[in-house]
């Protein structure tokens, strides 16, 4: 994964409404504005008396200039989609690529006391919306949907452009995802679960030999653990990740058909407990992608059956055979 472009300070960790504050829409605004006019002194006088003490006005326009503008361009566009870690999070067009930046406020002045700006993203590739392939879901029991949706709320994937929609997947039974001994893999019910394609593909990506956590403790070197890729006809990527280590069953170039048993669902990379991260992107690499909404063709949703369906946060979802 890149290293992040800038994390200056985040004072703030209080949990805000789920809506814009005016404040932001008129701060960001001004960003943009100064940004886009090479005013970077006007930029830092945006800041709060810790963020000037955290780096010069050299070092902030040496910043704008060098790692944002130089590899980016202007801003064309933003969009506020939410919070994270109480924090505004905007959306944000550049002329040569997509990223997040979120922007935290003093309470006394409105002035700017938190302040990053996710990796960007390409804007060469086509974004997808949505899946135009029809999908089954890759587990042939009931699952429950721990996170997905699209709200903040309902999936805290959406702070991050790159996983933005994707789902965790797990089983559940009497409100636990486990029995027994909450150390241990084998006692959680979705761990070794057979993983199956969701539809036809084409496998671009395998990453294994990553062994799984004991629950609790995460990889975060190895963010998504032992992984499959699965391309599409349309150019859909199709992410698998946290599988079981020596579970996986295909190699990169290898044609699969929907239904065909992929891998097995593991504890690899940073995951705290078993569960499957699924995801739709439009590139093979996650930290270069975009994710897109996965709609799942035909499913029984809380034991009614649900067409061209998203599942959402607690649902609990399989496939009709």
């Known amino acids: 994964m890149r290293k992040l472009l ?36 006007g930029i830092y006088e945006l800041y709060d008396v810790n963020m000037k003490k955290a780096l010069t006005p050299e070092e902030n326009k ?13 801003i064309n566009e933003w969009e506020f989609i939410g919070f994270q870690r109480g924090a505004h999070v905007y959306r944000t067009s550049f002329d040569k690529a997509l990223s997040d930046i979120m922007i935290t406020l003093s309470g006394q002045n409105n002035k700017i006391n938190g302040f990053y700006i996710a990796p960007p993203r390409p804007v060469g590739i086509p974004v997808l919306e949505r899946n135009t392939s029809r999908m089954i879901l890759p587990f042939r029991e009931e699952v429950f949907v721990y996170w997905g949706g699209t709200t903040l709320e309902q999936n805290y994937h959406l702070a991050e452009l790159s996983q933005q929609y994707a789902y965790d997947l797990l089983m559940v039974k009497d409100g636990r995802s486990y029995q027994g001994d909450a150390g241990v893999n084998e006692n959680y019910f979705v761990f070794g679960k057979e993983i199956i394609a969701p539809c036809d593909g084409r496998v671009v990506l ?7 956590n004991e629950p609790g403790i995460m990889n975060k070197e190895q ?5 499959i890729v699965l391309q599409t006809d349309l150019n859909e990527y199709i992410l698998f990740a946290h599988l079981q ?33 699924l995801s739709l992107q439009n590139t093979i ?3 270069d992608a975009v994710g897109a909404k996965l709609f799942f063709d035909q499913i029984m949703v809380n034991g009614e059956i649900k067409t061209d369906y998203l599942p959402v946060k607690e649902d609990f979802i399989r496939n009709l055979n």
């Open 206 to 212: 395998v990453i294994d030999g990553v062994p799984d």
């Open 223 to 227: 963010l998504t653990g032992n992984t």
């Open 62 to 74: 040496q910043f704008f200039e060098q790692n944002v503008n130089r590899i980016m361009g202007n």
């Open 6 to 41: 800038c994390l200056l300070l985040f004072c703030s960790g209080l949990a805000f409404s789920q809506t814009e504050m005016p404040q932001y829409s008129m701060v960001i605004g001004q960003l943009a504005n100064l940004y886009n006019a090479q005013d970077y002194q």
């Open 285 to 287: 690499n996650m930290e």
């Open 245 to 277: 280590e020596g579970s996986l069953q295909v190699e990169e170039g290898e044609e699969v058909r929907q239904g065909e048993v992929l891998a097995r669902c593991g504890n690899s990379g940073n995951s705290t407990e078993p569960h499957l991260h």
